[in-house]
């Protein structure tokens, strides 16, 4: 069965640069979602987007900024890195889900981007 | 290959009743295993985590359990409110290579 792809899965940048990272959703799930773990720490919720558009914001600094595609792929921007933005970024996805479970969703995580800033 | 698997996938519930919720791995080495509950389109947020060691872990009405042996761990909810549906996610870390191990999670609604 097809999973969440992220790409790529691992990447290094120095300070300063900026990082793009992909996340391509389970085929007909219309939910994306993003975290950041960093090293021994619980995962990070950052955002997420419902059918294009962004449904809930978490811990995510200004200096990152993300969107969701018409194809439902999603985009992590990440610009003037820092050495504490080195971490792994999952994205997970979903999709609606109705009846009695209406609201509440199964999400299905990525691999992860390990992101390493020198 | 390590893997998490949850069980049940989905569970409806009355108020004020009692449920327990299965987690089997097979991760190694193993860390510590860690159960998350997680509203739709919110962070997940950490429930209990547990290590080798440890049996049981209790938070609130949330008591997780810990078999080693047979890599398998439960959490049990004790007089379910409303607010107790979501969706709960069992993580296990795996020490070898700090990486998480997600399981697909149990969808519970809880209905007065």
């Known amino acids: 069965a097809a999973g969440v792809i992220q790409s790529p899965r691992h990447l290094i940048k120095e300070k300063r640069e900026t990082a793009t990272l992909k996340c391509y959703p389970i085929p007909r799930h219309d939910t994306v979602y993003w975290y950041q773990q960093g090293p021994g720490q619980d995962p990070q919720f950052l955002i997420s987007?419902?059918?294009?558009?962004?449904?809930d914001k978490g811990s995510i600094p200004d200096r990152f900024s993300a969107q969701q595609f018409s194809d439902y792929h999603s985009e992590l921007n990440m610009s003037s890195l820092e050495l504490g933005d080195s971490a792994l970024y999952f994205c997970?996805?979903?999709?609606?889900?109705?009846?009695?479970?209406?609201?509440?969703?199964?999400?299905?995580f990525g691999p992860g981007t390990r992101l390493t800033v020198l | 290959k390590n893997q998490v698997e949850q069980s049940p996938q989905s569970l409806i519930i009355l108020e004020g009743k009692n449920c327990t919720l299965q987690?089997?791995?097979?991760?190694?080495?193993?860390?510590?295993l860690r159960w998350y509950k997680q509203d739709t389109g919110r962070g997940p947020v950490s429930l209990t985590i547990?290590?080798?060691?440890?049996n049981t872990k209790s938070n609130g009405r949330y008591t997780a359990t810990l078999d080693a042996d047979t890599k398998q761990s439960s959490l049990h909810i004790t007089a379910s409110q409303l607010s107790d549906s979501a969706s709960y996610i069992c993580?296990?870390?795996?020490?070898?290579?700090?990486?998480?191990?997600f399981g697909a999670g149990t969808r519970l609604a809880v209905h007065p």
């Open positions: 987690c089997n791995y097979t991760v190694s080495p193993f860390s510590n």
């Open positions: 993580v296990v870390l795996s020490g070898g290579y700090n990486k998480l191990i």
């Open positions: 547990m290590t080798f060691s440890e």
């Open positions: 987007f419902y059918e294009k558009m962004q449904s």
């Open positions: 997970a996805s979903s999709f609606p889900t109705s009846g009695s479970f209406r609201g509440l969703d199964t999400q299905y």
